[in-house]
């Protein structure tokens, strides 16, 4: 068992099971994080999420995590945001109005144009980035969203085609954002999260 | 490219999951957590989990049950239908871990509640179902199952559907399901009138009719309930050799997560 904790932030937000179940096969210890002050006691905080944005925020925003996610991420610890979670990472979205993200990555979460949805398995191209990351290209992962996050390309690292291209993947320093489930992608998500673990732990 | 998806489509009557013929005569399986298991075992591309009995009861969902399932931390992506009746059901069921629901009575009884379960889940997480007969090739009809009655596939019924809340329909063939190689392909009419992509479900059964199926572009998968639930490798053998591309890639997790 190794000696690092994976902290699960649990807002109402789904999955806290499948995702935590993902840290506890790489012999990670898992804390499910239930009140902010839980936050600091650590090494690295997963966002998990599925719903509507500003639903998600201002459950966050209610419980005072809000301000502890960002004292985290500032901290340097490594910081993991999946689906809904990737999303609220950035500056703003127009889901169901406009609300404020956590603007950890510059960029604005948009409505999909042309398909409307994504939802199924996709096959995603990896960028070269430090995660190493490359060999699991192609790899098919689970979507289920309607807006996209838009953001510079320096923070993109990975993509996948619906109509047009889609960011699949951020990353700034440690903080990492996924659009797809790692969690509910079988065999190649835990080989992803076995990656980006091994990098971060060094481990 | 997204791929076509095969979901394992599991009904559960009383709380156990049953083999139904037609939605009038239902075979006992076993318990939910068994079936799921093997589903999520056999890496299908994603499990449905549909309670009949949850509407036509006035039931809600049952939760308690359903909080077994998070229990299992399934790797497979799973979405439940059943008796949902607002969005604090929908909030609930995402709670305990299924991506996505399906709605079913509330559909056409309560189309209003649909924009707030939106609100709450996001639209990407609902699916509607859509029951229907086959009366000749250009006349079909919405299978209303608490009534057992036969309602048009009107206007009214096409606003909501196509209204942008609902991100995929579940086109069911009513008459059929449960009898193997059964779907009634002339539903497959009413699909042009459809905004969404669309699920279909039914008496399908075998790997030619989902490569015949999975044709349509507006096909986003195809649901199979009792054909997929009891051999070891039926999921794997029921890939279509034809439109393989167009699917996953083969993945068989065994006992290894």
């Known amino acids: ?203 | 490219m997204l791929k076509k998806r095969i979901i394992a489509t599991v009904l559960v009557k009383n709380d156990r999951v049953v083999q139904s013929f037609g939605f009038t005569r239902y075979l006992p399986v076993g318990s939910l957590r068994c079936v799921l298991e093997n589903l999520d075992r056999w890496s299908v591309d994603e499990i449905s989990v549909l309670a009949i009995d949850r509407s036509i009861n006035q039931l809600g969902p049952n939760l308690a049950l359903l909080g077994t399932v998070a229990e299992l931390s399934l790797s497979t992506p799973i979405s439940y239908g059943g008796g949902i009746r607002n969005a604090e059901d929908a909030c609930s069921i995402v709670k305990l871990g299924f991506e996505r629901i399906m709605l079913d009575t509330l559909t056409y009884t309560c189309p209003s509640k649909i924009a707030s379960i939106a609100r709450a889940i996001g639209s990407q997480a609902i699916m509607a179902s859509l029951p229907a007969v086959a009366l000749s090739d250009d006349e079909h009809r919405r299978f209303d199952y608490i009534t057992r009655s036969q309602k048009a596939i009107d206007n009214i019924t096409l606003e909501i559907l196509n209204s942008g809340l609902i991100s995929e329909v579940v086109l069911i063939d009513a008459i059929n399901e449960g009898r193997p190689k059964g779907f009634d392909e002339r539903l497959l009419n009413v699909a042009p009138k459809l905004s969404s992509p669309v699920i279909l479900f039914g008496g399908i059964s075998s790997s030619e009719q989902l490569s015949s199926l999975f044709g349509r572009e507006y096909v986003s998968a195809c649901a199979i309930g009792n054909f997929l639930n009891y051999r070891e490798h039926a999921f794997q053998e029921m890939l279509p050799k034809e439109t393989l591309k167009r699917l996953r890639a083969p993945s068989y997790r065994g006992n290894q997560k």
């Open chain 1, 1 to 203: 068992m190794s000696k690092y904790v994976v902290g699960v932030i649990d807002y109402d937000s789904g999955n806290i099971d499948s995702v935590g179940n993902i840290f506890k096969e790489l012999n990670f210890r898992v804390k499910v994080i239930r009140n902010s002050d839980e936050v600091p006691s650590v090494d690295a905080l997963v966002i998990p999420g599925v719903g509507a944005f500003n639903q998600a925020i201002d459950a966050l925003n209610k419980d005072g995590c809000t301000e502890e996610i960002l004292r985290f991420a500032t901290s340097g610890k490594p910081l993991l945001g999946i689906c809904l979670g990737m999303q609220l990472l950035v500056e703003r979205s127009s889901e169901f109005g406009h609300a404020k993200g956590l603007s950890l990555i510059p960029g604005d979460v948009e409505p999909i144009p042309q398909a409307r949805w994504h939802i199924g398995w996709n096959s995603v191209r990896f960028s070269n980035t430090s995660f190493g990351l490359e060999s699991l290209s192609d790899s098919d992962f689970y979507f289920n969203h309607s807006f996209e996050v838009k953001t510079e390309e320096k923070y993109q690292i990975a993509h996948v085609d619906h109509h047009s291209k889609i960011v699949a993947g951020i990353a700034r320093d440690n903080v990492v954002g996924f659009q797809f489930h790692p969690e509910k992608s079988q065999r190649a998500g835990v080989l992803l999260i076995e990656k980006i673990v091994k990098r971060i732990f060094n481990a």
